[in-house]
């Protein structure tokens, strides 16, 4: 992850969600919503189709929604290996209620020493960490 990123991550994992990364991009706030929304759709597909969906995404992108679904630290998930086509497996509950809300004192955003506003709340659909950056998969294939 570049230098500039790194500094964006350390602004975020303190609560400081609406800082934009240097060059401009998604505050924080706005990526952690994107997390929710699309694991929200992703379980309400899977509950329609018997339950496995595929879907593709970037490292920085996978890195956050892996830190808020498992909430650690974002100053930790920026250090997540994520290599090129690997595959993270989750497994979400699809029933109807089955959330967990993240709170202004979630370790995601800092936990004590956080600084986004009290009030702070993301509700996720109950969702467990299977595998993450699997690479089985890649073994012989040459990517640049």
Same mark, same amino acid.
């Given at each position: 992850?570049?230098?500039?990123?790194?500094?964006?991550?350390?602004?975020?994992?303190? %609560?400081?969600?609406?800082?934009?990364?240097? %060059?401009?991009?998604?505050?924080?706030?706005?990526?952690?919503?994107?997390?929710?929304?699309?694991?929200?759709?992703?379980?309400?597909?899977?509950?329609?189709?018997? *339950?496995? $969906?595929?879907?593709? !995404?970037?490292?920085?992108?996978?890195?956050?929604?892996?830190?808020?679904?498992?909430?650690?630290?974002?100053?930790?998930?920026?250090?997540?290996?994520?290599?090129?086509?690997? $595959?993270?497996?989750?497994?979400?509950?699809?029933?109807? *209620?089955?959330?967990?809300?993240?709170? !202004?004192?979630?370790?995601?955003? *800092?936990?004590?020493? !956080?600084?986004?506003?009290?009030?702070?709340?993301?509700?996720?659909?109950?969702?467990?960490?299977?595998?993450?950056?699997?690479?089985?998969?890649?073994? %012989?294939?040459?990517?640049?």
């Amino acid at each position: 992850m570049k230098a500039g990123m790194m500094k964006t991550w350390g602004l975020w994992s303190l %609560g400081n969600i609406d800082v934009r990364p240097d %060059g401009g991009g998604e505050n924080a706030r706005e990526v952690l919503a994107r997390v929710s929304s699309a694991l929200q759709t992703l379980s309400q597909t899977a509950s329609q189709n018997g *339950g496995s $969906i595929f879907a593709v !995404s970037h490292s920085t992108y996978l890195r956050m929604l892996l830190a808020a679904i498992t909430d650690t630290s974002l100053a930790e998930a920026a250090l997540f290996e994520q290599k090129n086509g690997c $595959i993270n497996v989750l497994d979400i509950d699809t029933r109807p *209620g089955a959330t967990v809300t993240l709170t !202004s004192n979630c370790k995601l955003l *800092g936990g004590p020493l !956080s600084n986004v506003e009290k009030d702070f709340k993301l509700e996720l659909p109950i969702t467990s960490l299977v595998r993450m950056n699997e690479v089985r998969h890649l073994e %012989g294939v040459n990517l640049v």
